[in-house]
């Protein structure tokens, strides 16, 4: 009897699609999942980046945390990158706690100065449009897949934390010049923590 009883469980479960237990494959390197929810994480301190409450509710400032991002069941800190017209992207929450994303919008009152915030979405408004751009590589470097934050209505700003130890909130920072970030400007956005 227990050896038909083992049977039939390892028959059960034999049949179960291996793309269920399977992470999401990673993004080539250079590149990062569109489409896909992802967890986006500081390049220099590893923190992630998460609404201030953790959760998907709208006017609340983006911060970086060094706790677990599945946390509240990954609730204000798994994003979806959703791609836009003219090379830009959305970046908004996934639908995790709340049916409806909000999206990471620039500070509506001080867009190159203020925290940056999540706002309901909205397609008008380009203060929720972001640029992704990797990290220049030497002539023969393999990509790192580091990747900078960009406003579209601001490209000499980054999307950074104000301090990497002290300050969690996110703000954007002034690029040195066009092409040199400050170090905190710089971004991991990968799908292999956060389940699709």
Same mark, same amino acid.
């Given at each position: 009897?227990?050896?038909?009883?083992?049977?039939?469980?390892?028959?059960?479960?034999?049949?179960? @699609?291996?793309?269920?237990?399977?992470?999401?494959?990673?993004?080539?390197?250079?590149?990062? @999942?569109?489409?896909?929810?992802?967890?986006?994480?500081?390049?220099?301190?590893?923190?992630?980046?998460?609404?201030?409450?953790?959760?998907?509710?709208?006017?609340?400032?983006?911060?970086?945390?060094?706790?677990? @991002?599945?946390?509240?069941?990954?609730?204000?800190?798994?994003?979806?990158?959703?791609?836009?017209?003219?090379?830009?992207?959305?970046?908004?929450?996934?639908?995790?706690?709340?049916?409806?994303?909000?999206?990471?919008?620039?500070?509506?009152?001080?867009?190159?100065?203020?925290?940056?915030?999540?706002?309901?979405?909205?397609?008008?408004?380009?203060?929720?449009?972001?640029?992704?751009?990797?990290?220049?590589?030497?002539?023969?470097?393999?990509?790192?897949?580091?990747?900078?934050?960009?406003?579209?209505?601001?490209?000499?700003?980054?999307?950074?934390?104000?301090?990497?130890?002290?300050?969690?909130?996110?703000?954007?920072?002034?690029?040195?010049?066009?092409?040199?970030? @400050?170090?905190?400007?710089?971004?991991?956005?990968?799908?292999?923590?956060?389940?699709?």
């Amino acid at each position: 009897m227990r050896r038909i009883k083992s049977a039939v469980l390892t028959a059960a479960f034999a049949t179960v @699609p291996l793309a269920v237990v399977q992470a999401p494959a990673a993004a080539a390197p250079g590149t990062f @999942p569109v489409d896909e929810n992802v967890v986006i994480s500081n390049a220099v301190s590893g923190n992630y980046l998460s609404t201030d409450g953790q959760n998907e509710n709208p006017n609340q400032d983006v911060e970086v945390w060094d706790r677990d @991002p599945m946390a509240h069941g990954g609730s204000g800190a798994v994003w979806r990158i959703k791609r836009t017209a003219g090379g830009q992207y959305r970046i908004q929450t996934a639908p995790i706690g709340r049916a409806v994303p909000v999206c990471l919008s620039t500070n509506e009152n001080r867009p190159v100065s203020g925290n940056a915030r999540v706002r309901t979405c909205n397609s008008e408004d380009s203060s929720q449009d972001w640029r992704i751009v990797a990290k220049p590589q030497a002539y023969d470097a393999p990509p790192t897949g580091e990747f900078r934050i960009v406003p579209a209505d601001h490209r000499d700003h980054s999307l950074a934390p104000v301090d990497a130890r002290t300050n969690p909130r996110v703000h954007l920072k002034r690029n040195w010049d066009r092409r040199h970030s @400050p170090a905190l400007a710089y971004w991991h956005i990968g799908g292999h923590t956060a389940s699709s």
